[in-house]
């Protein structure tokens, strides 16, 4: 380490400012201070962290001008590996966003929220408690012996992993699609215990630990001590010791959701992507990355092998890697079969086969899984004389009724207010239309329920807030705001599950949560209602997700038993719930490049959406306008095959007007710098004060 100037990018989060910026480095920080290492260095009037992206002996800055940083970092260790460095830069640039709020992601937990001054004074350090991660239902540690179908994937695995970097012709990647139960978890730990063997280290990642507390039960139950776990309900001193104990090599596997893609694991040799189509890896703040895509990154560097799993994989996905595939599961039973039925007829409700299906389900003592992709009571309220329409006062959009919370919530702002008794107009006849799964529930309860011996539970983002899932359940609630994913209680989910799996027969009832990962032997029945919903969302993605839904629910059901799946629908003949209801995921695939690539959507193209959002809506068209013209005049698209489209007009969101540009690019690289240089012209133009922009590339 040497070099008596730092190159230090501080951690501010403002657009404007572009660093990094030149510190002289005191002779007894120059010895420890290497690319990395994290500063507290004078800023402005501020002290604040920043981290040494480079070193060099001279700078541009008069000698006179340098300052000099304050101290170094005390958190432990002080220093992030250079390659999360390079990683925070490329992220910066791949998402339009800086330098600063991509180091953000990578720092270790809750430095960035630190008050910088308060780092100085060291602190003692305390023994913290590992976390419990209770394993459900773990399988024993022996490993199984392989299917031939997960031997076969596994060879070609661990040939990958054990060529050497200058042999290899590309970066080792592959799409491991394998049919719900086919045992894809199984060949995610054996890859693991092969880079484990070489003295390298492993990320896998899961959409959600709440919901799918199996899998990290199962990498505990195999690696122990190695294993460590990185997820938002850990404590904050929890979070630090896990990220430590990476950081030193003590643990050289690393399970989490999308954040853990930064793990500082430092000879990484594998990293998988579990239930690779979830729109959970996707990241809604800036920077808007996709751990999908970081993960790849972070492969390629380290020339790591990339694994990503599915049984209903992207067409992305498809198209870009070799496939392994494992077309059979693993106890050797066929996938149940799926009934469509056409509810043209009816207008809301249970089908008599669905009421049917479930009753014998009831007289069976077995259980039932029903899907309703729609939370709350009614989906929104009238006046039945004036036609007024509840809706929420900062969006545009109806207001849901949640009948125990007493409550009309707004499901974007979390704007709540009370359930009306009348109407301005003086009336008291009020409808509820539609019914989420709150009604639901409530409806099988009466219809079905038989207490302990039949209990109707209840999973969706409400139920885990409150505690009001359960059968007995009702009291109390609240409402999700619109960040609940965030919210989601691992202990609340783990209890609901195991509610469900311990009672000897029942139904659960949910959003799409009650689709992902859960290994139930005993259930016979899948519901999936309304499954136009997500069809009928103005999305590109619109059909993958429904697709992936259906086919997520059938796989949940008649593990170790008979079984079948109903889908409720209004278009029977859409070709998602075709190829669903006959688990043709081949098909679907094929199908849905050849449409993406007529319309030229992604993977033929990249999407960069651009949203302008103020106050008044004439500021906003302004903003986006002026991007537009700027994108126009500056970067000649058609040059780079992008064309622009909008300004269009979104709905109103917490009170602020939105406006939204579309590009589709051929060229992604100089699109997004295009992008860049157009918002960044735009945002620091006169005129615009009040506008915020949002860049997101590759939005979901
Ligand atoms: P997937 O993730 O593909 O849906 P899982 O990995 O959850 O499937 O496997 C389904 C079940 O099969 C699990 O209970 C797992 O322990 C079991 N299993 C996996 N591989 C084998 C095997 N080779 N022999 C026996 N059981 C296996
Ligand atoms: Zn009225
Ligand atoms: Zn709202």
């Given at each position: 380490?040497?070099?008596?100037?730092?190159?230090?990018?501080?951690?501010?989060?403002?657009?404007?400012?572009?660093?990094?910026?030149?510190?002289?480095?005191?002779?007894?920080?120059?010895?420890?201070?290497?690319?990395?290492?994290?500063?507290?260095?004078?800023?402005?009037?501020?002290?604040?962290?920043?981290?040494?992206?480079?070193?060099?002996?001279?700078?541009?800055?008069?000698?006179?001008?340098?300052?000099a940083p304050l101290h170094a970092f005390d958190g432990c260790p002080p220093t992030l590996p250079?390659?999360?460095?390079?990683?925070?830069?490329?992220?910066?640039?791949?998402?339009?966003?800086?330098?600063?709020?991509?180091?953000?992601?990578?720092?270790?937990?809750?430095?960035?929220?630190?008050?910088?001054?308060?780092?100085?004074?060291?602190?003692?350090?305390?023994?913290?408690?590992?976390?419990?991660?209770?394993?459900?239902?773990?399988?024993?540690?022996?490993?199984?012996?392989?299917?031939?179908?997960?031997?076969?994937?596994?060879?070609?695995?661990?040939?990958?992993?054990?060529?050497?970097?200058?042999?290899?012709?590309?970066?080792?990647?592959?799409?491991?699609?394998?049919?719900?139960?086919?045992?894809?978890?199984?060949?995610?730990?054996?890859?693991?215990?092969?880079?484990?063997?070489?003295?390298?280290?492993?990320?896998?990642?899961?959409?959600?630990?709440?919901?799918?507390?199996?899998?990290?039960?199962?990498?505990?139950?195999?690696?122990?001590?190695?294993?460590?776990?990185?997820?938002?309900?850990?404590?904050?001193?929890?979070?630090?010791?896990?990220?430590?104990?990476?950081?030193?090599?003590?643990?050289?596997?690393?399970?989490?959701?999308?954040?853990?893609?930064?793990?500082?694991?430092?000879?990484?040799?594998?990293?998988?992507?579990?239930?690779?189509?979830?729109?959970?890896?996707?990241?809604?703040?800036?920077?808007?990355?996709?751990?999908?895509?970081?993960?790849?990154?972070?492969?390629?560097?380290?020339?790591?092998?990339?694994?990503?799993?599915?049984?209903?994989?992207?067409?992305?996905?498809?198209?870009?890697?070799?496939?392994?595939?494992?077309?059979?599961?693993?106890?050797?039973?066929?996938?149940?079969?799926?009934?469509?039925?056409?509810?043209?007829?009816?207008?809301?409700?249970?089908?008599?086969?669905?009421?049917?299906?479930?009753?014998?389900?009831?007289?069976?003592?077995?259980?039932?899984?029903?899907?309703?992709?729609?939370?709350?009571?009614?989906?929104?309220?009238?006046?039945?004389?004036?036609?007024?329409?509840?809706?929420?006062?900062?969006?545009?959009?109806?207001?849901?009724?949640?009948?125990?919370?007493?409550?009309?919530?707004?499901?974007?702002?979390?704007?709540?207010?009370?359930?009306?008794?009348?109407?301005?107009?003086?009336?008291?006849?009020?409808?509820?239309?539609?019914?989420?799964?709150?009604?639901?529930?409530?409806?099988?309860?009466?219809?079905?329920?038989?207490?302990?011996?039949?209990?109707?539970?209840?999973?969706?983002?409400?139920?885990?807030?409150?505690?009001?899932?359960?059968?007995?359940?009702?009291?109390?609630?609240?409402?999700?705001?619109?960040?609940?994913?965030?919210?989601?209680?691992?202990?609340?989910?783990?209890?609901?599950?195991?509610?469900?799996?311990?009672?000897?027969?029942?139904?659960?009832?949910?959003?799409?949560?009650?689709?992902?990962?859960?290994?139930?032997?005993?259930?016979?029945?899948?519901?999936?209602?309304?499954?136009?919903?997500?069809?009928?969302?103005?999305?590109?993605?619109?059909?993958?997700?429904?697709?992936?839904?259906?086919?997520?629910?059938?796989?949940?059901?008649?593990?170790?038993?008979?079984?079948?799946?109903?889908?409720?629908?209004?278009?029977?003949?859409?070709?998602?719930?075709?190829?669903?209801?006959?688990?043709?995921?081949?098909?679907?695939?094929?199908?849905?490049?050849?449409?993406?690539?007529?319309?030229?959507?992604?993977?033929?193209?990249?999407?960069?959406?651009?949203?302008?959002?103020?106050?008044?809506?004439?500021?906003?068209?302004?903003?986006?306008?002026?991007?537009?013209?700027?994108?126009?005049?500056?970067?000649?698209?058609?040059?780079?095959?992008?064309?622009?489209?909008?300004?269009?007009?979104?709905?109103?969101?917490?009170?602020?007007?939105?406006?939204?540009?579309?590009?589709?690019?051929?060229?992604?690289?100089?699109?997004?710098?295009?992008?860049?240089?157009?918002?960044?012209?735009?945002?620091?133009?006169?005129?615009?004060?009040?506008?915020?922009?949002?860049?997101?590339?590759?939005?979901?």
């Amino acid at each position: 380490m040497s070099g008596a100037i730092a190159q230090v990018e501080p951690l501010t989060s403002a657009r404007a400012l572009r660093g990094p910026f030149d510190y002289r480095l005191p002779d007894d920080l120059r010895a420890e201070v290497g690319v990395g290492s994290m500063l507290v260095v004078p800023f402005g009037r501020r002290e604040v962290l920043g981290v040494v992206v480079g070193l060099s002996e001279h700078s541009e800055v008069a000698e006179e001008k340098l300052l000099a940083p304050l101290h170094a970092f005390d958190g432990c260790p002080p220093t992030l590996p250079i390659e999360l460095v390079a990683l925070a830069e490329w992220i910066a640039d791949e998402y339009c966003s800086t330098f600063a709020r991509a180091l953000r992601l990578v720092l270790p937990p809750g430095a960035s929220t630190a008050r910088a001054t308060r780092l100085g004074a060291p602190r003692r350090r305390r023994s913290v408690a590992r976390p419990q991660h209770l394993p459900v239902g773990a399988a024993a540690a022996a490993p199984p012996p392989l299917t031939d179908d997960q031997r076969s994937a596994l060879e070609e695995l661990c040939a990958l992993l054990c060529e050497p970097r200058e042999a290899a012709s590309e970066p080792p990647r592959r799409l491991l699609h394998g049919i719900t139960g086919s045992g894809k978890t199984e060949v995610y730990l054996r890859a693991a215990a092969c880079v484990l063997e070489q003295g390298r280290g492993a990320i896998v990642l899961v959409p959600e630990i709440a919901l799918t507390p199996q899998i990290v039960g199962r990498f505990i139950a195999r690696f122990g001590e190695t294993v460590a776990v990185l997820h938002s309900r850990l404590t904050p001193a929890q979070r630090r010791e896990e990220w430590r104990r990476l950081r030193s090599g003590q643990a050289r596997v690393c399970v989490g959701p999308r954040s853990a893609v930064f793990a500082p694991i430092e000879r990484l040799g594998l990293i998988v992507v579990d239930e690779e189509h979830d729109s959970s890896y996707k990241h809604e703040g800036d920077p808007r990355y996709d751990a999908r895509d970081v993960a790849a990154w972070r492969a390629e560097q380290q020339h790591a092998l990339l694994l990503l799993g599915s049984a209903t994989p992207r067409p992305e996905s498809r198209r870009a890697l070799t496939r392994l595939h494992l077309p059979n599961r693993v106890d050797g039973r066929r996938l149940p079969p799926v009934r469509v039925l056409d509810m043209c007829d009816q207008v809301d409700g249970l089908h008599p086969e669905t009421v049917q299906a479930l009753a014998d389900v009831r007289r069976a003592r077995a259980k039932a899984i029903v899907l309703l992709n729609r939370r709350g009571w009614s989906n929104f309220l009238s006046c039945r004389s004036c036609g007024t329409v509840w809706g929420c006062p900062l969006c545009d959009v109806a207001l849901v009724l949640h009948r125990a919370a007493d409550l009309l919530a707004c499901h974007h702002c979390g704007h709540r207010e009370r359930i009306p008794a009348r109407c301005r107009c003086g009336s008291t006849a009020l409808a509820r239309h539609g019914a989420g799964t709150e009604r639901l529930q409530h409806e099988l309860t009466a219809a079905l329920g038989d207490g302990e011996r039949f209990p109707i539970f209840r999973l969706d983002a409400d139920t885990l807030l409150t505690g009001a899932g359960g059968p007995a359940g009702g009291a109390g609630a609240k409402v999700a705001g619109e960040d609940r994913r965030q919210r989601v209680s691992s202990d609340r989910v783990g209890e609901l599950l195991r509610g469900f799996q311990e009672a000897p027969a029942g139904v659960l009832i949910g959003t799409q949560m009650v689709a992902k990962g859960h290994d139930f032997p005993d259930v016979r029945l899948g519901v999936v209602l309304d499954a136009d919903a997500t069809l009928r969302f103005p999305d590109f993605r619109a059909e993958e997700r429904t697709f992936a839904l259906i086919a997520q629910l059938a796989g949940r059901v008649g593990r170790g038993g008979e079984g079948h799946v109903l889908v409720q629908t209004i278009a029977p003949q859409a070709r998602a719930i075709v190829h669903a209801a006959q688990h043709d995921s081949e098909g679907f695939l094929e199908g849905e490049l050849q449409r993406r690539e007529a319309l030229n959507y992604p993977p033929f193209a990249h999407l960069i959406r651009i949203i302008c959002s103020a106050v008044d809506a004439p500021r906003a068209h302004v903003a986006a306008s002026a991007i537009r013209d700027h994108l126009g005049a500056a970067s000649a698209p058609s040059a780079m095959g992008a064309t622009v489209l909008g300004p269009a007009t979104l709905f109103r969101l917490r009170g602020r007007e939105r406006r939204m540009l579309l590009v589709k690019a051929e060229d992604r690289r100089a699109a997004v710098a295009a992008v860049g240089a157009a918002v960044q012209h735009v945002a620091c133009a006169r005129g615009h004060a009040g506008v915020s922009f949002s860049v997101d590339v590759d939005p979901q």
